[in-house]
Structures are given as C-alpha cells and as structure tokens.
C-alpha cells in the first residue's frame, strides 16, 4: 500500500513536468510552421495567440484548413507522425488560433469621402494586417476608375467590398483597339459595342473594316484584343 502511495505521488508531481514538455514540444512546432511561411491568397500570417496545445511531444505536421477570405480566427490541423517525416499519422488535432494577415495592399494617401472616384493618386502600397476582409488591391492601377461606397480615413487599407466598378467605357465610345503580331504592335480606331469596366471583355467594332472583335479593357480609352487582329 505504502509503495502504490509513493508511485501515486511521484505521477502527480512528474504530470506537471510532462505537461510542460508536451505543451514545449508543441509550440516550439507550431512556431516552425509559422516561421517558414504559411501563405493563403498573397498574404502571410503570423501567430497571434493558439487557445491550446495537442497533447503530446511527438513530430507533427501542421496544415491549413480550406480558408474562405482572410479569418482572424480559425483551426489549423495538427497531425502526430509515427516517425519524423514518416508521412503516417497517428492523431489529428483541430487547434483553434488567431493569426494577422499580412499584405502589401493599397491604402489611403489621405481621408476620402464616400462616392469618390478613385485614381491611384490617392492611394498608396504599404504592408498591413487584412485579417477578417477580403481581398486588398495589390496595385494601385487596379483602384482607377472604382466608386468608394464608405468613407476611407487615411491609412487605411481599400477592400473589393468598399467599392463598386464603374464602366470605364460607355456603349457607343471610340476606342483605341490594340494588337499584337510577334514583335509588332498595331493600333486602329473602334467603336465600344456596350459598356464595360476595367479587366473586362468587351466587343468593338472596327470602323476600318468593320469586323468586330473582343479584346481587355486597359483603361478608359483602350482595348487590347484578347486573339486574332485589329485588321
């Protein structure tokens, strides 16, 4: 009885120490998950906090869950291998953590009122933390032409939500249509067949031969044909 006592005793004092290995073993792998880099949509997080630990001191593999925008707080999957590298898993973890989000989005040059037109004077590139948004704009040629739909304080970063595209061509307009043929670029005039924003497709005729073509909208005067000719 005396020595089932004594081994009684001698756990509960080594459980502590145990723990706090484990809890080591842990976190000192879950720093090396975020120290190489952990990458979703051109933004890297960095660990914030982590609620708890997987309770063990064994290797682990950590992985992303599917991800929808840019969360503060989700699980990521912690997997205990049999043998370092083994690939065989053993466990698996769900480990809730809060992380930021950093990229290189555009942000406010200065306070912009809502219903401005934006041109990429106004903003500027700067690292920032996006967690709980959705996507910046990683140039500032991607904001020219956008309608701000809230007022923007300086510093702060411009989101796909916070703006409403506007056609930066209208049906009707002449237009700069642009093709390439190897090293040779040619231009001629077209007129737009309907509106479009930038990025967009959008059929032109044109008025030399008056075939129609589909090509990108650049910007507000030009359209580059996606295949085929201008001629």
Same mark, same amino acid.
């Given at each position: 009885?005396?020595?089932?006592?004594?081994?009684? *005793?001698?756990? /509960?004092?080594?459980?502590? #120490?145990?723990?706090?290995?484990?809890?080591?073993?842990?976190?000192?792998?879950?720093?090396?998950?975020?120290?190489?880099? %952990?990458?979703? +949509?051109?933004?890297?997080?960095?660990?914030?906090?982590?609620? @708890?630990?997987? +309770?063990?001191?064994?290797?682990?593999?950590?992985?992303?869950?599917?991800?929808?925008? =840019?969360?503060?707080?989700? &699980? /990521?999957?912690?997997?205990?291998?049999?043998?370092?590298?083994?690939?065989? *898993?053993?466990?698996?973890?769900? %480990?809730? #953590?809060?992380?930021?989000?950093?990229?290189?989005?555009?942000?406010?040059?200065?306070?912009?009122?809502?219903?401005?037109?934006?041109?990429? &004077?106004?903003?500027?590139?700067?690292?920032?933390?996006?967690?709980?948004?959705?996507?910046?704009? &990683?140039?500032?040629?991607? *904001? +020219?032409?956008?309608?701000?739909?809230?007022?923007?304080?300086? $510093?702060?970063?411009? =989101?796909?939500?916070?703006?409403?595209?506007?056609?930066?061509?209208?049906?009707?307009?002449? %237009?700069?249509?642009?093709?390439? =043929?190897?090293?040779?670029?040619?231009?001629? %005039? $077209?007129?737009?067949?309907?509106?479009? @924003?930038?990025?967009?497709?959008?059929?032109?005729?044109?008025?030399?031969?008056?075939?129609?073509?589909?090509?990108?909208?650049?910007?507000?005067?030009?359209?580059?044909?996606?295949?085929?000719?201008? $001629?």
């Amino acid at each position: 009885m005396r020595r089932l006592l004594l081994l009684l *005793v001698g756990a /509960l004092l080594f459980l502590p #120490v145990w723990a706090e290995a484990a809890e080591n073993a842990a976190m000192r792998s879950l720093r090396a998950f975020f120290a190489a880099g %952990v990458a979703h +949509d051109g933004a890297v997080a960095e660990l914030a906090s982590v609620d @708890a630990l997987p +309770d063990t001191t064994g290797p682990l593999r950590w992985r992303l869950p599917r991800l929808h925008r =840019f969360p503060r707080r989700f &699980s /990521l999957i912690a997997e205990e291998l049999r043998a370092p590298g083994s690939g065989v *898993v053993t466990r698996r973890w769900f %480990v809730p #953590v809060e992380v930021r989000w950093m990229a290189v989005v555009a942000v406010a040059r200065r306070d912009i009122p809502a219903r401005t037109v934006l041109d990429p &004077s106004m903003m500027t590139l700067r690292r920032v933390d996006i967690a709980g948004h959705d996507a910046g704009f &990683s140039s500032l040629e991607a *904001v +020219d032409g956008l309608r701000l739909l809230r007022r923007l304080r300086r $510093g702060a970063p411009l =989101f796909l939500a916070d703006t409403h595209r506007l056609p930066l061509i209208r049906r009707g307009q002449l %237009v700069t249509i642009e093709a390439r =043929f190897g090293p040779v670029q040619v231009t001629t %005039v $077209g007129k737009a067949l309907r509106s479009a @924003a930038r990025g967009d497709l959008l059929l032109v005729e044109n008025l030399r031969s008056k075939r129609q073509v589909e090509g990108r909208v650049i910007n507000a005067r030009t359209v580059r044909v996606v295949s085929g000719g201008a $001629g």
